[in-house]
């Protein structure tokens, strides 16, 4: 087996390992189990919302729901154990073929350890159990598949694409990033004439997009797949810009950077002589480095794309010879695999946590909330904790944002919970009884000025009821 | 090395400068420089703040001292034209200098210069306002220029930078980024020549020296420092650069402009990277350091950028013929002195043409014969320094110089402006006895559901006595 391989597996594990020491904790996974668990109970597709006293019976499409209800049978299975490690299978598949990418092009394991390594970093920032773990896993797939293509210039595994977009439509929203890869690719082998792919890629992207189209929203879903990618993050944080002071934003500045003074020191023939594909690399590195930047969810794919190119662009920029993959015998790959196997057993028996976390929600309000029936006016990132928790009492909003709640749901909670003019009516309109918000939410002060009563509080939560 | 002709960055300067001049004066943060530039003109350089009543007579940063005595004194020569006619020659020179920068790099090829001069004019227009900041961007594409020749072997040139960021540490803090630009440059020249080595560390020392030779001395580092590294993310300007906005998808393209070229470009471009890879980083830490980029990519893409296109053509079987330097486009220089006289008549024109008062209609001009004198108005932040040059009988609560006020002041403005729960005690400790605010902050709808007295109501502002 090529060393290369082994290495790539090794990462895998590292990625997987880390993964499965985090609890459950993302706001968003308890909406998606309700979803799912409801999609199993009703043996139907959830398309109209159930969920809140908003937007009751309206109609929508996350996009995802066989991302939701493979959640849900992960937790029916495992209970969180169970979303855990279908958290890490996703981020060690997603790792594996994103450091194997990044090994086709520099298979010197210490050079390509530093981008690849650096991904992972920004990838644990999209760790949460959600559905965009699929595209987690299967973005870096798509990625290597198109690379093997074009580099060894061998079509026939680009017969997996179409499968892939397949599944992929119906996890996540985020396959258009996959066929926009898809497209770079078809580009850049017509433009240079590479004769071995350009027909096959071209094909390969015509049944994917033709595959995308099967799915419950029909060919609607590449066009909610880039309205998704390019979304403001006005409501959702991970959909702003990345900021490049943060931990992310630094790793991937280094590589976009990076990438820019190894290009700038090779130039067109230093590029060509070492990785190839020059015109590929520029289609590859702008508008994947642009996505990074601009939505702080696909830095991770940014990191994968850019990785090949700096690991093995940096070496060739200081001057030092490429080297070739070395084979690692059989029985030693067997037993490196079989250990890899055993690590990841032991620690999902014995540290991965096996209940979630729950400080950042008003997981002691439940009790208080059960007891008093009437509207609530809820924080929106604890919709989902309310959805699967408190199901009594229909949420106002949660993160199912610019899905559902746009735009009248969500401008009348900014408007109420900010104390903006007319709050009182919204409260009314509404028929809002309890409030369930942080204690420095404008709304929250004042309520408790004007009399509202304390069911119960702590630093992180207070819920109100009208008298 | 030939002298460039001047004549096109001098007349497209002056053109550019004479738009500039089309805005009336109406910057926020306009009107704090000009009453501490009269101030140092009147009374000499003040350490102290004389214009709050919540940090008095505490230590206040200097580090613009020069641009606000700029500023003053073209109130002080020719009111709110002389305000005009400075910004109108701040922008012809950003425009002027970072055109001859390119055209210096691309010899007798206007149209190249003036396309790849195009993002930095675009991107510097959101600065043509009435601020230091506006030299601070002269000062760099005069940095960029000068360092360009010091590559060239200009010993000159590089050490014109020296008393440069003396002025420049003086006029804005942004000479930071010119010291990081000249220690660079220096580091690789002294890498790539090693005779340059002991000169190098001479001119980094003497870049270092010059910026503290000003009234801050040490203390300029404190703002430059606060602004690149940790920018106050709640000032607009200070956010996250956002590439889905529009001067975010301007920087975009000119990374993406750079970064193509540079794939596709000759190589070798090691002093390339040494001034583009700094100072796109520092760019991508907030929106308002996006022009630098544009700035400092002008003569590499003037340079390169088409020599690049040619090689992408080529790379997809096209042939075109190639675009040499056009080495006899220099001028004489009568030429260049007819092109600085036209260019001063066109700035003549524009300035003669332009408002001849300052636009305040986004101020609270109709509170101001209300406002109670003395202590203990709480003012929206960026109405700050409009109170202080137009009511100066009423110190603020808050303004645009920020620093003063981070800490203690910052919380408490924003416990009442938000309505935080401790935002009556906040009240109460600060004597605070009438707000001016907006009519949607929260304290004024709280204000208006307790029956505070109102004294002034408008739809974008309402004064409040605090009962």
Not at chain 1, 297 to 310: E, G, N
Not at chain 1, 340 to 362: D, F, Q
Not at chain 2, 249 to 266: E, K, S
Not at chain 2, 415 to 421: K, R, T
Request: neutral net charge; contains cysteine; aromatic residues 8%.
């Amino acid at each position: 087996m090529k060393g290369s391989t082994i290495a790539a597996v090794l990462f895998a594990v590292i990625a997987a390992g880390f993964a499965l020491l985090a609890p459950v904790s993302d706001p968003d996974i308890f909406w998606h189990l309700a979803s799912g668990d409801w999609m199993l109970d009703h043996a139907q597709l959830l398309d109209r919302d159930v969920f809140s006293f908003t937007r009751t019976g309206v109609s929508y499409h996350t996009g995802e729901w066989l991302g939701e209800i493979m959640l849900a049978l992960a937790f029916r299975a495992g209970d969180w154990l169970g979303l855990e490690l279908l958290r890490a299978a996703c981020v060690g598949i997603g790792t594996f073929f994103a450091a194997r990418a990044t090994l086709r092009i520099q298979p010197h394991v210490g050079w390509a350890a530093l981008p690849i390594l650096g991904g992972i970093l920004v990838a644990r920032t999209v760790w949460g159990d959600r559905p965009q773990l699929f595209t987690v896993a299967l973005f870096p797939i798509v990625f290597d598949l198109l690379l093997g293509a074009r580099i060894s210039e061998s079509p026939r595994r680009l017969a997996l694409l179409p499968p892939i977009f397949l599944l992929w439509a119906n996890l996540h929203a985020a396959f258009a990033a996959g066929l926009v890869l898809v497209a770079i690719f078809v580009i850049e082998s017509g433009l240079v004439r590479v004769r071995a792919t350009r027909a096959p890629l071209l094909v390969a992207l015509v049944l994917s997009v033709l595959a995308t189209s099967a799915n419950p929203a029909g060919p609607g879903a590449i066009a909610a797949g880039f309205g998704y990618a390019s979304s403001s993050g006005a409501y959702v944080v991970e959909e702003g810009p990345l900021d490049e002071l943060s931990g992310a934003g630094i790793v991937v500045a280094a590589m976009l950077l990076g990438s820019l003074t190894i290009a700038l020191v090779l130039g067109l023939e230093g590029i060509t002589r070492r990785l190839g594909a020059p015109l590929l690399w520029a289609g590859l590195i702008v508008p994947f480095g642009f996505l990074g930047f601009a939505i702080q969810r696909h830095a991770i794919l940014a990191c994968v794309v850019l990785a090949p190119f700096v690991a093995a662009g940096l070496p060739a920029a200081i001057g030092r010879p490429a080297r070739t993959a070395p084979l690692v015998p059989r029985s030693a790959s067997a037993v490196i695999l079989a250990g890899c196997v055993l690590l990841l057993g032991v620690a999902a028996a014995t540290v991965a946590p096996r209940s979630p976390n729950l400080a950042a929600y008003p997981e002691g309000a439940l009790a208080a909330l059960a007891a008093r029936p009437g509207h609530l006016l809820n924080e929106y990132d604890w919709g989902g904790f309310l959805v699967r928790n408190a199901p009594e009492h229909p949420v106002f909003v949660d993160g199912r944002g610019a899905t559902l709640f746009l735009p009248d749901v969500l401008a009348d909670f900014d408007k109420a919970v900010g104390l903006g003019p007319g709050y009182r009516g919204i409260l009314d309109r509404w028929r809002i009884d309890l409030v369930l918000l942080r204690p420095e939410r404008p709304l929250a002060v004042a309520l408790r000025e004007d009399g509202w009563a304390v069911l119960g509080e702590t630093a992180r939560w207070v819920l109100l009821a009208r008298r | 090395m030939s002298r460039p002709s001047l004549v096109i960055p001098l007349l497209v300067g002056g053109f550019f400068g004479a738009v500039a001049a089309q805005t009336a004066v109406k910057d926020t943060d306009f009107f704090w420089h000009l009453a501490t530039g009269q101030q140092t003109l009147a009374g000499g350089l003040a350490r102290t703040d004389v214009f709050s009543w919540t940090v008095f007579g505490e230590r206040i940063l200097t580090d613009q001292w020069l641009g606000d005595v700029m500023i003053a004194l073209a109130y002080a020569v020719g009111s709110w034209s002389g305000v005009i006619a400075v910004r109108a020659l701040a922008v012809a020179a950003v425009v002027a200098l970072t055109l001859g920068a390119a055209l210096h790099a691309r010899p007798g090829r206007p149209l190249i210069a003036v396309l790849a001069s195009l993002p930095a004019i675009a991107l510097s227009h959101y600065a043509w306002t009435d601020r230091p900041e506006l030299f601070g961007y002269a000062m760099f594409a005069a940095m960029v220029w000068l360092v360009r020749l010091g590559q060239r072997g200009s010993g000159l040139a590089l050490a014109a930078t020296i008393p440069l960021l003396a002025i420049w540490s003086n006029l804005h803090g942004s000479s930071a980024l010119g010291v990081g630009v000249v220690t660079a440059v220096c580091l690789e020249r002294a890498i790539s020549v090693p005779s340059f080595r002991s000169r190098a560390a001479l001119l980094i020392l003497g870049a270092l020296a010059a910026t503290l030779v000003t009234p801050s001395g040490i203390g300029i580092w404190t703002s430059s420092s606060g602004h690149f590294l940790a920018p106050p993310r709640f000032i607009q300007e200070e956010g996250v650069p956002d590439l889905r906005s529009e001067p975010g998808l301007l920087f975009a393209v000119t990374l993406g402009l750079v970064l193509t070229t540079a794939l596709l470009g000759r190589g070798g471009g090691l002093a390339d990277a040494a001034i583009l890879v700094p100072v796109a980083f520092v760019s991508l830490t907030a929106t308002r350091h996006l022009p630098f980029f544009a700035i400092a990519a002008a003569p590499f893409l003037a340079a390169d950028g088409v020599d690049a296109l040619g090689s992408a053509l080529r790379l997809a079987g096209l042939r075109i013929p190639v675009l040499a330097a056009n080495v006899s486009g220099s001028a004489p220089r009568a030429a260049d002195f007819g092109a600085l006289v036209a260019s001063g008549l066109i700035l003549a024109a524009g300035v003669a043409i332009a408002p001849r008062a300052p636009d305040v209609s986004s101020f609270p001009q109709a509170a101001l014969a209300t406002l109670p004198p003395g202590p203990g108005l709480l003012n929206r932040y960026e109405w700050g320094g409009f109170l202080i040059w137009y009511a100066p009988a009423t110190p603020v609560f808050v303004d645009g110089r920020l620093f003063p006020y981070v800490g203690d002041t910052l919380d408490d403005y924003r416990s009442v402006i938000g309505l935080h729960p401790d935002w009556r005690e906040v009240l109460a400790r600060r004597g605070i006895r009438a707000v001016l605010v907006g009519p949607s902050d929260a304290i004024a709808v709280r204000a208006a559901d307790l029956g505070w007295p109102v004294l002034v109501r408008t739809e974008k502002y309402v004064l409040l006595r605090v009962p």
